[in-house]
């Protein structure tokens, strides 16, 4: 009984399991700055009457003195905080607002609380709990091995044509793109067009509308590719991804793994691209430099960023790197589903150092993507 307090950063994810858990059944809403006054009345009622179990709220709003007031008064059996590695300063996607949580529990005291994340390393679990002011907390820890996702880094030299290349082995089947910057998402989108392929950018540019429009038709299969910021995914639950395609460097391990893992979430194979460059590296170095966060901030961003060019670089089992990074015992140095394990052509150029061209042996016959007019015999 009583009422269970989510908090969450992102309202486009309240927004959808607000309306699962409804449609089953579950009293649930949402408390956001989107609400108009009669929708913060009805939410309001809900809370006083007992009538409401669970009850979505963005981590800025919790900490407003008015919701305080209204959840002092309330049932309160739960707080659960999703996306919790924005607590830490070591962790992905840090909020300073995240800090404040703590001082929820003097408002709602002995009132249990839980904090949720899928890519916490170990040193951030330990920054959650003393954030939050957990004593003697329990920590449950699920496996971080994707076993049915492959991953595969390579030299990105003729990007257009790369992914291309990829997707015509992926015909018919839904995926996103990754990408740094906004003009990119929509530039990328519109050449996929031209080639006859499925796809729309996203990305926090575009209306409210507009974003709701290219979601729902990214959920009901009548686009197939999404080119996005990484924004895009995050309230996305859409089982059947077949592949995640990285055209620009992930700026961590956390926000690669957590990307990577929109695809297969119905246990079937995913196949994870990563496109890297030393030019990326550079790019991502200058956007920290000219970053206004503190020199901490600058340091661990800096820090997760070698992190993320040592997994490009490396020529150990990817799956083994991602696992340690986070604290696993990975049990065994090889597997069947990266591209250092299978031996895969086109490996990663390293940010120094000459590199060798390979050239692909010529063919007496060779037939030609339609999609790319390159030999590419899978596509026909």
């Known amino acids: 009984g009583g009422l269970t307090i989510v908090i969450s950063p992102l309202i486009a994810l309240m927004k959808d399991q607000v309306d699962a858990l409804n449609a089953r059944g579950i009293p649930a809403a949402a408390w956001t700055g989107q609400l108009d006054p009669d929708g913060r009345s009805r939410v309001g009622a809900g809370i006083r009457e007992g009538r409401l179990r669970l009850l979505f709220v963005s981590p800025e709003k919790c900490m407003q003195p008015g919701f305080l007031e209204t959840i002092a008064a309330a049932p309160v059996r739960l707080i659960a905080i999703d996306e919790a590695h924005c607590i830490s300063e070591w962790g992905h996607h840090f909020r300073p607002e995240y800090r404040e949580l703590a001082r929820i529990r003097k408002i709602v005291p002995g009132v249990p609380i839980i904090a949720l994340t899928a890519t916490a390393v170990p040193e951030v679990r330990r920054d959650i709990c003393q954030q939050l002011g957990l004593v003697r907390a329990r920590e449950f820890v699920g496996s971080f091995r994707r ?84 924004a895009f995914g995050m309230g996305i639950d859409k089982p059947d991804v077949r592949f995640v395609i990285h055209y620009d460097l992930p700026k961590s391990v956390e926000s690669y793994y957590q990307e990577t893992g929109r695809a297969g979430r119905d246990g079937k ?36 960023l070698r992190d993320m060019v040592g997994f490009c670089e490396t020529t150990r089992c990817r799956r083994t790197f991602l696992l340690e990074y986070f604290g696993e015992t990975s049990g065994k140095e090889t597997c069947t589903s990266c591209d250092n394990c299978t031996h895969e052509p086109d490996p990663p150029a390293r940010t120094q150092g000459p590199k060798k061209i390979r050239h692909p042996a010529k063919s007496p016959v060779v037939q030609r993507c339609r999609a790319t007019s390159l030999p590419h015999p899978q596509c026909l």
Not at 269 to 274: A, I, S, W
Not at 286 to 298: F, K, Q, V
């Open 269 to 304: 194979p995913g196949e994870c691209l990563l496109l890297y460059s030393g030019a990326d590296v550079t790019r991502v170095k200058l956007l920290l430099d000219h970053d206004r966060a503190s020199e901490r901030s600058i340091r661990i961003a800096q820090k997760k």
């Open 147 to 230: 076993e049915n996702l492959s991953y595969r880094v390579i030299a990105k030299k003729n990007p257009g044509v790369q992914i291309a290349e990829f997707l015509c082995r992926h015909k018919n089947e839904a995926g996103i793109i990754y990408c740094m910057s906004r003009k990119e998402t929509g530039e990328i989108a519109a050449v996929l067009r031209k080639r006859g392929f499925s796809a729309l950018a996203y990305h926090a540019g575009l209306s409210g509308p507009a974003r709701e429009r290219v979601q729902d038709a990214f959920l009901n299969n009548t686009v197939r590719i999404i080119c996005a910021t990484v």
